[in-house]
């Protein structure tokens, strides 16, 4: 029987705190909650309430939630690269590189003393807490036959675990949008509440919630639970966009999920589709190279949420997260985006003369329907794709030969992932 994903201490545990080994930079909110307190956010959901209703000009402030981690990718057996992992890395390389300037965020990620990446880009500028526990680690074990675009291209494995994060590792302060991006159980069902009062909006991915896990001496294996049997099932309702893969949708139970939230399901090189209470939308992929599939559906939800920052709707958000999801699958593990083509994009959400702040996560009101300027955003963002392919065939000519599934030997990794020294 694999464990639950929220088989960590339940609310009848006391919230503590996370011991900080060492000051790789804990977070000040986290660090001053005493132990054993649970905390009390009554003023600052009442500001936060107010902002949701008055939509006023508030900070533009998010709070990512989930823990980096280390992938071992491996083919037939044999290890062909190792990278800096976790939602919340793939979802910060986004939120840094597209996000409008105004906008900021705060990451609350664990990781043990292990951790082999604390000095690449997106950890040295969001630093986790570190904990006893060894750091969250997947071997990622890619096979040949991808039948389909939603066909499972990998089996996942997790080999160690890292602590949770407690509610009391969160900061004692109201965000314009939360971002649950869990990868391993670390989000607990009170930690996705205590954010749901700290964020006017918070989006979540399901692999956050729907994952269980074989023990460690039995392999690790990664499966999925029903998501109405979860303690998160009854947060739904107050939860603004839950991003499920193909693969998990049918465990998010897609007719219940989309009346109490918008339910986005993303199909891989089809792009995506948005189910919402009375409606739905298939939002165009762009083109990809693809070499590796890990961190598509991360940095599609941190685009998504880049794009609501900027005012998209919710159907002209999910352009930018197909954009994203295509950028990750064209690099090994954390990718570096082109200046240029980044330049390209803000030119693109600039220029389509889109009202900020954005009233959708000031004032909670999405709208969903795609815009009338959708097709003309798509192809204006179709070019900056290619400008993003062309410098990837100059680059890297390698990944011509196909992805990593069918690669024997990855010959470079990505240059945002150091090796583990
Ligand atoms: N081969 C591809 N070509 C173009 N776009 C892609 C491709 N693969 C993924 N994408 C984009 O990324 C998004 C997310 O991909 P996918 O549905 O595979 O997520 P996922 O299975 O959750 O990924 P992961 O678990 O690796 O993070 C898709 O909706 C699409 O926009
Ligand atoms: O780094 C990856 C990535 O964050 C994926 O979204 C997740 O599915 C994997 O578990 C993780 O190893």
């Not at 290890?79 to 300037?101: M, R």
């Not at 693969?247 to 998010?252: D, N």
Request: charged share 20%; aromatic share 6%; glycine share 8%.
């Amino acid at each position: 029987m694999p464990s639950r994903p929220y088989s960590y201490p339940t609310t009848r545990d006391p919230p503590r705190a996370s011991p900080v080994l060492k000051a790789v930079a804990p977070s000040p909110a986290a660090a001053a909650v005493p132990l054993a307190a649970e905390p009390d956010d009554a003023e600052v959901e009442v500001e936060v309430e107010r902002q949701r209703r008055n939509g006023g000009a508030a900070a533009l402030e998010g709070l990512v939630v989930g823990s980096y981690c280390h992938d071992v990718l491996l083919r037939g057996g044999r290890v062909v690269g190792e990278t800096l992992g976790g939602a919340a890395a793939f979802v910060s390389n986004v939120l840094d590189a597209a996000s409008p300037v105004e906008a900021s965020f705060a990451v609350v990620s664990k990781v043990g003393t292990d951790f082999a990446y604390a000095s690449a880009p997106t950890p040295a500028r969001h630093p986790p807490l570190l904990c006893p526990s060894p750091t969250t680690s997947f071997h990622v074990h890619f096979t040949d036959d991808a039948a389909s675009a939603h066909a499972p291209d990998r089996q996942l494995r997790r080999v160690h675990a890292c602590d949770p994060i407690y509610p009391a590792d969160l900061p004692d302060r109201g965000f314009a949008y939360g971002l649950a991006v869990g990868v391993a159980g670390e989000v607990l069902p009170e930690t996705l509440e205590r954010m749901i009062r700290l964020c006017r909006a918070v989006l979540v991915d399901a692999q956050a919630l729907i994952r269980a896990f074989d023990s460690e001496a039995k392999g690790g294996s990664v499966h999925h639970v029903a998501l109405e049997g979860t303690p998160y099932a009854r947060l739904l309702p107050r939860v603004a966009f839950l991003k499920a893969s193909s693969e998990e949708a049918p465990y998010v139970g897609l007719e219940s999920a989309r009346r109490r939230c918008c339910v986005i399901v993303t199909e891989g090189r089809d792009g995506c589709r948005l189910y919402w209470d009375g409606g739905e939308a298939h939002v165009a992929p762009f083109p990809a190279l693809q070499v590796d599939p890990t961190g598509a559906g991360d940095s599609f939800l941190a685009g998504f949420a880049t794009g609501l920052l900027w005012g998209l709707s919710a159907t002209d958000a999910a352009l930018l997260g197909n954009f994203f999801g295509a950028a990750a699958v064209s690099q090994v593990g954390v990718p570096t985006f082109h200046p240029k083509m980044l330049q390209a994009v803000k030119q693109i959400l600039d220029d389509k003369a889109i009202k900020r702040p954005c009233t959708c996560i000031n004032g909670n009101m999405f709208t969903f329907q795609r815009s009338d300027m959708h097709d003309g955003l798509h192809t204006s963002l179709q070019e900056a794709a290619r400008l993003m392919m062309c410098e990837q065939k100059q680059t890297s000519p390698s990944t011509d030969n196909g992805d990593i599934s069918s690669m024997n030997e990855l010959t470079s990794l990505s240059s945002s992932t150091p090796r583990p020294s």
